[in-house]
């Protein structure tokens, strides 16, 4: 391995005191951890038990002194290190230039965070690098001429005096006044009392400080490209006469584990992103898409003005599904989107000078009819899928294909790239330019067009608004010339990494969010009598595509009563009698694909083997290739154990016995990952893990409360019981093939139509019937009473009492005007996240809003426009703060939202927003309205929650008194208004 010698990366400040070392961690095996080590480097490791690294005072948030002790990323990396190798580390504190001399004279052994520049070489070896910086330009907020180091020349940079790229700027663009100082703190203050125009520093050093110093009128304008500087990474500089450490020292790093560097990452990194952290996890956000994330809060998105479902705009209002959508993932991410609508699709040509003249980072509606335009890189899912349609008067003109238009008049709009294709293939169609879809639906209505073309939704959605008669819409399923397409998301080129982030956030939408959508945007009459689909109210497009599907495969457990079976060929079970609705309802055969396991069901959808899975748990591994309905079964998941174990009143706490789970089942899996404690086997079936609890191999088995009351009624009577309940309760879906959205639309409208009441009479039918031949089923009732199903019953009255009074639950703590919280319930997380501050310190902010003149609405339009006032700002609200964010009605007309781990700076920024989304949104019958914002930050456990509910409401006070519809913070005694 080649050593290499460079120099190091620090901000100098002066330490508090003297440079004594401070003992940590110590490792309990002395050979090296597993490593594979040489006899000489073991000889090494007894030789220097102790090992001395260095700890700079101030480069937070990787290497930094405070509270008497070395804390950052990089110390606790070294000490992962250290722990590997078997050894003991002795920390050295004290400023950059006293480091570096100490590793000269060998008074320390090791120096870290570091790059690879300098005069370090002459003394030291380097180790590969161990973690990536980025470093970003810092302005005051608003600043914004500043976005390159091109944009420096002839202004003030403020930068440490001893950080190597100060220098390395300072040769390479003397155009720019460099500003030394001694520390990145004090260049940040620089900046932000205007003595500089700008700083270079590392992204989590600035945001470390940001919330350290209350510096709130600065931010991150850019990330800093500097043009010639390649080192970015870290790395450890090892005193040149320890080449074996050196050696044995990098061993450690590539033995560390990927998962420990993400611990590290998200102990010191992620708190500084922006984003919430279990948000990111679910959606597997990386490093360095959290770091995108909070470079770039705000996303500008070009839609269309005029293409209604899909996009346009109401009043002042973005409106329809694509940019309903758009906000679903933005809330997810943490991002606010800035819209840019305009009138037409941009051109090809076009593309790339539009997107850089407006500063567009995305393009919200793409239709790749001929692939991917350029400049653009398209989003692997789309949000919804489309097909083109013909328009005609009543049913007797009415045209099924454009073969049947030859020689007629074709109305179309101009501009749109069925044209080109419409001339291409059709030269004997007469096309009928028109300057919109509504002129073009017209033109036929008036007789100047035989027929109309355009996307199907939007004729709907004229036709339904402007209640045009006597016109029929049929849609062109199957055409070759114009298939069904699917609309995407189209970013920026040179933006990839914006493009993985959306893909994650799309992978994880649930099909209920995505459902609340199509049904709001996309709602019609139901399909003609005689068509399929009677039963469910079905689009034109759904049906006719269902029609020519002609049938829908499944696939099933095919050993899981009563859940379902498969026996002697054919489907039997709950499942099975759901199975049995969705035929009728839809009016389509759904047939049977058998198979030998669950495994096997799994992978024969994997295949498209079938088209369905029928009892399906929604994992990210399944997404890949499933979609998933809306649930039609909640089962609640039990622990069956030998009749004499003792009942289990908590199952988390049993950690020497071992559990069945079968092989395959998804629930499985998310038992160990919430459990880890729990010993967690495989077997085979329901039988083969009951059967090993009956002979003891296990303590006992893990499955749903109808699949183990129905195994121990039928086979296990006297021997086996039903010892206890998890929390989890198992939400079953139809896993449906993803590459056939309209096969998920049409099962999750037939889902939807099965009423409670059948949902009931299914279950009560297969639990309470055994289902062998030739029982005595009154004599064993009697049996059971005695010992089993008393237990089944109470244990499921247990439960649905249970599902009642969390109803009852929601009701109590929920506002019923605009089903938000209530004071009731803001009070109680209010008072848990101050006992929370208590624990671990984490401050918090809480946003107070109030309607402006919301009583002129009352007295001008009625209680009821004041309570659809009421309803709208809180749905305004809701979707534009982050899902950790908690929003409740205080009272009357306002609105209190609690932001966990949330620092006055970034509250005062949501609060900002809400201000704008607010006063740009026209509410039905009144109008404009605005609002104004208190913000106050709770950082102090002697002020009690009244005292932060006086000092927000104080900031209030002052926002409407400094005028209304503006945003005021309590901070010091201070109030500070947001211009």
């Not at 950059?96 to 052994?109: A, N």
């Not at 998200?266 to 990386?286: C, I, Y």
């Not at 998310?670 to 085979?684: A, G, H, T």
Request: proline share 4%.
């Amino acid at each position: 391995m080649a050593q290499q010698r460079e120099g190091c990366a620090h901000e100098g400040e002066a330490a508090p005191g003297s440079s004594a070392g401070v003992p940590v961690e110590t490792s309990s095996d002395p050979d090296g951890s597993g490593l594979l080590l040489t006899p000489e480097e073991k000889d090494f490791i007894r030789q220097h038990p102790v090992i001395r690294i260095s700890n700079q005072i101030s480069r937070p948030p990787y290497d930094f002194y405070e509270d008497g002790e070395a804390q950052g990323f990089s110390i606790d990396y070294l000490r992962l290190l250290a722990k590997i190798i078997g050894v003991q580390v002795q920390v050295i504190s004290g400023d950059w230039d006293r480091l570096v001399e100490r590793l000269q004279k060998r008074e320390i052994d090791l120096l870290h965070t570091c790059h690879i520049t300098g005069d370090l070489h002459q003394f030291s070896y380097f180790t590969t690098g161990y973690y990536s910086i980025r470093y970003m330009i810092v302005t005051q907020f608003t600043n914004n001429t500043i976005r390159s180091l091109d944009d420096l020349e002839g202004k003030i940079l403020a930068m440490p005096a001893s950080l190597p790229l100060t220098t390395f700027i300072r040769e390479s663009y003397p155009g720019i006044r460099i500003l030394e100082m001694r520390s990145t703190g004090e260049a940040m203050e620089a900046v932000a009392y205007g003595r500089a125009d700008a700083l270079i520093e590392d992204f989590f050093t600035v945001n470390y400080l940001f919330e350290k110093l209350l510096l709130t009128n600065l931010k991150i304008a850019a990330r800093a490209e500097v043009s010639g500087w390649e080192s970015s990474d870290l790395y450890i500089a090892v005193r040149d006469d320890w080449s074996l450490f050196h050696s044995l020292l990098q061993k450690a790093m590539d033995a560390v584990p990927d998962e420990a560097m993400q611990q590290l990452s998200r102990k010191w990194l992620s708190r500084f992103m922006g984003v919430d952290h279990q948000a990111s996890v679910k959606l597997a956000l990386t490093d360095e898409d959290l770091v995108f994330l909070k470079e770039h809060p705000t996303v500008r998105v070009l839609t269309r003005k005029n293409f209604p479902p899909f996009s346009f705009v109401r009043g002042s209002e973005v409106s329809g599904y694509v940019n309903d959508y758009l906000r679903l993932l933005a809330s997810k991410l943490g991002l606010v989107l800035d819209f840019v609508p305009q009138e037409e699709p941009v051109e090809s040509e076009r593309m790339a000078p539009q997107l850089s003249e407006q500063g567009i980072d995305m393009v919200g509606l793409v239709e790749p009819l001929d692939g991917s335009p350029p400049d653009l890189l398209l989003t692997d899912r789309g949000m919804v899928n489309t097909v083109s349609s013909l328009l005609s008067r009543g049913s007797r003109d009415r045209f099924s294909d454009l073969e049947s238009l030859r020689g007629k008049v074709l109305a179309v709009v101009r501009g749109t790239p069925f044209v080109a294709r419409l001339r291409e293939r059709f030269s004997d169609i007469n096309l009928l330019l028109t300057d919109n879809t509504i002129m073009s639906m017209q033109s036929v209505l008036s007789g100047r067009a035989d027929a109309a073309f355009d996307n199907y939704a939007v004729f709907n959605y004229y036709m339904e608004e402007y209640f045009f008669q006597d016109l029929v819409i049929t849609p062109l399923v199957g055409d070759a010339l114009f298939p069904e397409t699917t609309l995407r998301i189209g970013v920026r080129e040179d933006l990839s990494q914006l493009k993985t982030i959306f893909d994650q956030a799309m992978a994880q939408l649930s099909s209920e969010e995505i459902l609340r959508l199509q049904d709001r945007w996309f709602r019609e009459t139901a399909a003609r009598e005689g068509d399929v689909g009677k039963q469910v109210s079905l689009t034109t497009i759904e049906s006719s595509w269902l029609k020519n599907k002609g049938s829908i495969s499944m696939c099933i457990d095919p050993d899981r009563m009563p859940l379902e079976r498969m026996e002697e060929g054919h489907h039997i079970g709950i499942a099975a009698d759901y199975v049995e609705i969705f035929q009728k309802e839809l009016g389509i055969p759904i047939q049977l694909v058998p198979t030998t396991s669950w495994s096997q069901s799994i992978e024969f959808a994997r295949k498209r083997k079938c088209d369905i899975l029928t009892l399906a748990l929604e994992t990210p591994e399944r997404r890949e290739f499933l979609d998933f309905t809306i649930p039609y079964l909640n089962l609640p998941l039990v622990l069956a154990t030998r009749t004499e174990e003792l009942f289990v009143p908590d199952i988390t706490a049993i950690h020497d016995r071992k559990f069945g789970v079968v092989r395959g089942y998804a629930f499985g899996k998310s038992l160990r990952d919430r459990y880890p404690e729990m010993q967690i086997v495989d077997v085979k079936s329901v039988a083969d893990g009951l059967d090993q609890v009956q002979q003891g191999q296990l303590y006992g088995f893990i499955d749903t409360l109808p699949t183990i009351g129905y195994a121990i009624q039928n086979q296990y009577v006297g021997t086996l019981k039903i010892a206890g309940k998890f929390d989890e309760t198992l939400e079953l879906k139809l896993g449906v093939r993803n590459d056939e959205p309209l096969l998920l639309s049409v099962l999750n409208k037939a889902v939807a139509t099965i009423a409670p009441e059948r949902q009931q009479q299914i279950l009560n039918r297969w639990i309470s019937v055994k289902y062998e031949k030739g029982i005595d089923y009154k004599l064993l009732w009697k049996i059971l009473s005695g010992i089993g199903v008393v237990g089944l019953f109470l244990l499921y009255r247990y439960w649905a009492l249970n599902k009642y009074n969390h109803k009852l639950e929601v009701l109590s703590v929920t506002d019923r005007l605009t089903q938000v919280y209530n004071r009731l319930k803001l009070d109680d997380i209010l008072n848990a996240q101050l006992a929370f501050f208590k624990r671990s310190h984490q401050v918090f902010s809480v946003i107070l809003v109030d309607i402006d003149y919301f009583k002129k609405v009352n007295d001008s339009y009625g209680h009821l426009a004041g309570d659809e006032v009421l309803v709208g700002f809180a749905r305004i609200i809701g979707r534009t703060i982050r899902t950790t964010d908690i929003l409740g009605r205080w009272g009357g007309e306002e609105f209190l939202i609690i932001c966990p781990d949330t620092d006055l700076k970034g509250a005062m920024t949501l609060a900002e927003v809400l201000r704008r989304e607010i006063s740009e949104h026209e509410f039905p019958e009144v109008g404009h309205m605005t609002a104004s914002f208190g913000v106050a930050e709770y950082n102090d456990e002697e002020c009690t929650g009244k005292d932060l509910i006086q000092q927000v409401d104080q900031a209030l006070y002052a926002a409407k008194e400094g005028g209304r519809n503006q945003v005021r913070q309590y901070r010091h005694k201070r109030l500070v208004r947001v211009v």
